[in-house]
C-alpha cells in the first residue's frame, strides 16, 4: 500500500514537475518562439483529450500569424522526418506526456 | 398590249426617223387598225380575207406613195450627237449677278424607248423562290406562264392574249396574298446586292509578343526528424530539471560575486573620473602638440631669429613680437601684473584686473606657457580686480595675490580648486585700499613662508603663513610726516602716504624701497617701524614702481606717470640718471642679464629698452608693441631667454624677443671682456657712476 502511495505522490510530483514546455529544438527568432511556444501550450490545455483539435487549432492560427503553410503534429509517441522552411520548426514536450512539432513547408 | 400606251414609246414614234425603228410600229399600227377595223364592220374580219392575204402590205392612209425609183434613192443622213429639239436659248435668273443669264450646257439626250423587262433567268435565285413559291399553284398558272411566253415570243397574238398578259400581271398581283401566306412559313433572308456588293477586312497589326518568365529562389529548407515516446520525454524533463536545481544552485554564489561586483564597479566609477583627468592630460600634450605645428614659425623665431640687420646698426635694436596671449574671458580687463615663474622659465602669471576707478570688478588669475600661447594653463576667477601677484621663489607653486579689495590671498597650484588656500579678511587685518604689491620673502626663522604687501593705506604688512592661517604684522606705517617732517609741521596735511611699489634689496635682508603716492620713495628697515631710513623726493606723481638693479647692490630704478625714469644710488638721494620718455611711465624692469640694462613701457604703447653702457641719455630700442590707443601697463624680463613680457589694458599680453644688440655688447668693445659674471657687471655699472659722481660732487661742492 505505501509503495503505491508512494508511486501515486511520485506521479503525482511528476505530473506537476512536468507540466512546463520543454522546447526541445527550435530554430525560430526569438519572438516568434515564445508566440508559437505559449499557442501550443493554451492549444493543448484547451484540448487536453483531443489532440486532432488541438494540432487544428494551432495550425491555424500559425497560418494567420506567420502565413501558410504550417504543419504540426502532436502525440504521445511518433517518428518523424520533416523537411521545413529554415527558421520556421518548433518541436517541443508539454505536460510531460505530449510532444508537439511545428513547422512550416509551402 | 400595253406598250404603246407608255410615254417612252410615244416619244419614240415621235423620234423615229429611220426605216428600221419604223418597221415595228407600222406593223402594230396595222394591228391596231385591223382591230378596229374589226370593232367597226365585224363582216370584213369575219371573211377572213386577211388569212388569205397573206403578204399585203399595210400601208398607213397618209403614207406618200413613192415610185420604185424614189424608193431606191438613197439618202445620206449624219447622225450626231447633239438633239436637234433641244431648246439652245434657255435663260435662267442668276441670283448672284441678280440678271438673267443664259444656261450654256444643255442637255443633249433624247430617251427614245424604255422598256422594263419582266423576264428571269429560270437558273436564278429570284426565279427558283418563284417556282418553290407556286409549286402548289403550278397547275393552275403553268398555262399562264406559257401564254407568257408565247404572249412575248408572239406578239401579234390576238386579244386575248393581251388579257392573258394583263391576267399575268393581274395574277402576280393576286398570288400576292398568297405568297404573304407562304412567307409566314418560310421566313425570306434579304437578298444581297450581287451586282454592287463587295467584302473588305482589315487587321490591325499585331505587336509582337514575348515571353519571359522568372522564378525567385524558394526558402531555405532544412530536415529535422525524430523519434518520440513516453520515455524520451521523459528524460527530457529529468535532465531539464536537473539542470535547473543546478542553475539554482549557481545563482546563489553568484549573489555574493555580485556584491563584490558592485564594489568594484564603484571603484571603477571613482577611477573613471581619474581617467578623465588622464585623458585631459593627453589632450593637453596634443594641444601643445598642435599649437607648437601652428605656430611653428614662432618658436623658430623664438629659438634661432637673430636680427642681421644689428650688425650694421651699433647702437640700436629691435624688438621681434612673438606670440600673443589672451584668454577670451578676459577680454574687458587689462593686465595688472606680470610675474615669471622661477622654476618653470616658460610659465609666467598674469594678474587682471583693471586701474580704473569707475570699472571695477572681477578679476583673473591666469598662468600662461610659453608652450601653449591659445589657452592659459591654470585660470583663477576672482570677485576682486587683481592688482599685483608674485610666485614663489622656490615653491614656484604658490602665488601670492594683491586684490583692489584690499585682501591678499595665497594660491596653490597643486591644488586644483578655484578658491585660494589662503585669504586675508576684514578680522586678519585686511587693508583698506587696494594692494599694489605682494613680494614673497625668505621662510622665517620657524621655517613659515611670508610675504609683504604693500597697500593705498599706508601700511607695509608682513604676512605669515602658518598651518591654515594668516598671520599679520605691520611693518611700517607710511606717514606723510616721516617724510616731510623738517618744516613743515603747520599744513595740515593727512599724515597717511599710500603705499604704491615697494622693493626688498637683493642682499641686505631688512632693507627696503617704497614708493608712494605723493611721488616719494622712502628707505625702510623691516626692524624700524617709526621712521625711515631715507627719503628721496623722487617724482612729482605716484610712484608706479620701484626695483633694485639685479647686480649692483647700491642701484635702484624708479618710473613715474610724470613721463621720468630715475637711476638712483640709495647712497645719494638725487637721482644718478633721468630719462623724459615724454608720456607717462607704466612700469620699468632691469635686465637680468646686464646690470645696465632696463626696459620700460609707456601709456601710448611704446616699449623703450636703455643700456647705459652704449648710450646714457637716450634709448637704444623704441618701439610701439601695440596700436596707440593701447596702453601697455607691465614688463617683465624672462630670467633664461631673451624675451620680454608686455602687458596692456586690453588684457593681451605680448611677448617679444630682444635683438642682439640690445641683450649684449657689440663685439668690438665685448672682446676685452670676455670674462662674464656679476663682478663683471657691477664693475661695469660703478664705472658709469663713478664718473657720475666725479661730475656731480665738483657741481655739488
Given amino acids: ?106 | 398590249m400595253p406598250v404603246p400606251q407608255k410615254p417612252g414609246t410615244v416619244r419614240s414614234k415621235q423620234g423615229s426617223n429611220t426605216h428600221s425603228l419604223l418597221k415595228a410600229p407600222a406593223v402594230k399600227g396595222a394591228k391596231v387598225s385591223s382591230k378596229k377595223k374589226d370593232d367597226e364592220d365585224g363582216t370584213e374580219t369575219g371573211d377572213g380575207d386577211e388569212w388569205t392575204q397573206g403578204k399585203t402590205l399595210v400601208k398607213p392612209p397618209d403614207q406618200l406613195d413613192l415610185t420604185e425609183e424614189e424608193l431606191k434613192e438613197e439618202f445620206t443622213r449624219i447622225l450626231t450627237a447633239s438633239n436637234p429639239h433641244a431648246p439652245q436659248n434657255i435663260v435662267r435668273y442668276s441670283f448672284k449677278e441678280r440678271c438673267y443669264k443664259p444656261v450654256s450646257s444643255v442637255d443633249q439626250l433624247a430617251v427614245h424607248f424604255v422598256l422594263e423587262g419582266n423576264l428571269l433567268h429560270k437558273d436564278s435565285d429570284e426565279a427558283r423562290r418563284q417556282r418553290a413559291r407556286q409549286g402548289f399553284a403550278e397547275e393552275k398558272t403553268a398555262t399562264e406562264t406559257e401564254n407568257v411566253a408565247e404572249n412575248e415570243d408572239k406578239p401579234e397574238t390576238p386579244a386575248d392574249g393581251v388579257e392573258d398578259a394583263g391576267d399575268a400581271e393581274d395574277g402576280a398581283g393576286e398570288e400576292r396574298p398568297d405568297s404573304v401566306d407562304v412567307q409566314v412559313g418560310k421566313k425570306e433572308h434579304k437578298i444581297t446586292n450581287q451586282f454592287n456588293f463587295s467584302e473588305r477586312a482589315s487587321q490591325t497589326f499585331n505587336n509582337p509578343q514575348r515571353d519571359r518568365s522568372c522564378q525567385t529562389e524558394p526558402p531555405p529548407r532544412a530536415t529535422f526528424s525524430d523519434t518520440v515516446n513516453q520515455w524520451v520525454i521523459y528524460d527530457a524533463y529529468v535532465e531539464e530539471l536537473q539542470k535547473q536545481e543546478k542553475s539554482k544552485e549557481k545563482q546563489k554564489t553568484p549573489k555574493k560575486e555580485e556584491d563584490k561586483g558592485k564594489k568594484k564597479k564603484t571603484v571603477w566609477v571613482e577611477s573613471q573620473s581619474d581617467d578623465i583627468t588622464k585623458v585631459a592630460k593627453v589632450a593637453k600634450i596634443i594641444e601643445r602638440m598642435v599649437t607648437q605645428n601652428t605656430f611653428d614659425d614662432i618658436a623658430q623665431d623664438f629659438k634661432y631669429f637673430e636680427d642681421a640687420s644689428d650688425e650694421f646698426r651699433e647702437l640700436e635694436g629691435t624688438l621681434l613680437p612673438l606670440w600673443k596671449f589672451h584668454y577670451d574671458k578676459a577680454k574687458h580687463l587689462s593686465v595688472t601684473a606680470l610675474c615669471w615663474n622661477q622654476k618653470y622659465k616658460d610659465l609666467f602669471a598674469v594678474g587682471l584686473g583693471s586701474y580704473e576707478f569707475t570699472k571695477q570688478g572681477r578679476g583673473m588669475l591666469l598662468f600662461y606657457s610659453l608652450k601653449n600661447s591659445t589657452y592659459p594653463e591654470y585660470i583663477f576667477h576672482t570677485n576682486s580686480g587683481v592688482m599685483c601677484l608674485d610666485i614663489h621663489k622656490e615653491l614656484s607653486y604658490l602665488v601670492v595675490v594683491g586684490f583692489y579689495d584690499g585682501s591678499v590671498a595665497v594660491y596653490n597650484l597643486k591644488e586644483d580648486r578655484p578658491q585660494p588656500v589662503y585669504k586675508s579678511t576684514a578680522k586678519s587685518g585686511k587693508h583698506t585700499d587696494p594692494v599694489w604689491q605682494v613680494k614673497w620673502q625668505n621662510d622665517d626663522i620657524d621655517k613659515n613662508h611670508n610675504f609683504f604687501s604693500v597697500s593705498s593705506d599706508g601700511r607695509v604688512v608682513s604676512w605669515t603663513l602658518v598651518k591654515n592661517e594668516l598671520l599679520f604684522t605691520d611693518i611700517i606705517k607710511l606717514s606723510v610726516e616721516g617724510a616731510v617732517s623738517e618744516g613743515q609741521e603747520d599744513m595740515k596735511i593727512p599724515d597717511i602716504a599710500g603705499g604704491t611699489s615697494f622693493d626688498f634689496h637683493k642682499e641686505i635682508d631688512y632693507l627696503f624701497l617704497v614708493g608712494t603716492e605723493e611721488g616719494k620713495i622712502h628707505k625702510c628697515s623691516k626692524s624700524y617701524s617709526s621712521q625711515f631710513l631715507e627719503t628721496y623726493t623722487a617724482h612729482s606723481l605716484s610712484v608706479d614702481a620701484v626695483k633694485w638693479n639685479h647686480f649692483h647692490p647700491k642701484v635702484f630704478i624708479s618710473c613715474s606717470s610724470d613721463w621720468t625714469v630715475k637711476i638712483w644710488d640709495h647712497t645719494i638721494t638725487s637721482p644718478m640718471f633721468t630719462f623724459d620718455l615724454n608720456t607717462a611711465v607704466s612700469d620699468v624692469a632691469w635686465s637680468p642679464y646686464s646690470s645696465t640694462v632696463f626696459a620700460a613701457v609707456t601709456i601710448d604703447g611704446k616699449v623703450h629698452v636703455f643700456d647705459l653702457s652704449i648710450n646714457k641719455y637716450e634709448a637704444i630700442c623704441q618701439q610701439a608693441v601695440v596700436s596707440k590707443k593701447t596702453k601697455l601697463t607691465h614688463i617683465e624680463f624672462n630670467p633664461v631667454y631673451p624675451i620680454i613680457i608686455v602687458g596692456d589694458d586690453r588684457g593681451y599680453v605680448t611677448s617679444l624677443k630682444l635683438s642682439p644688440n640690445l641683450r649684449t655688447k657689440p663685439k668690438e668693445k665685448k672682446g676685452q671682456e670676455l670674462p662674464k659674471g656679476p663682478e663683471v657687471e657691477i664693475a661695469k655699472l660703478e664705472k658709469l657712476l663713478s664718473l657720475l659722481r666725479d661730475t656731480e660732487s665738483p657741481v655739488q661742492k
Fill in chain 1, 1 to 106: 500500500m505505501a509503495e503505491t502511495a508512494e508511486s501515486k505522490k511520485e506521479e503525482a510530483d511528476y505530473k506537476r514537475l512536468h507540466s512546463f514546455p520543454l522546447i526541445r529544438h527550435t530554430d525560430m527568432p526569438e519572438e516568434m518562439r515564445l508566440e508559437t511556444m505559449e499557442l501550443c501550450v493554451t492549444a493543448c490545455e484547451k484540448f487536453a483529450a483531443n489532440n486532432e483539435s488541438a494540432a487544428r487549432i494551432i495550425k491555424e492560427s500559425m497560418d494567420k500569424k506567420f502565413g501558410s503553410s504550417w504543419h504540426v503534429v502532436i502525440g504521445e509517441g511518433f517518428g518523424f522526418e520533416i523537411t521545413h522552411e529554415v527558421k520556421n520548426l518548433l518541436y517541443m514536450f508539454f505536460g510531460g506526456s505530449l510532444a508537439v512539432c511545428v513547422w512550416k513547408c509551402s
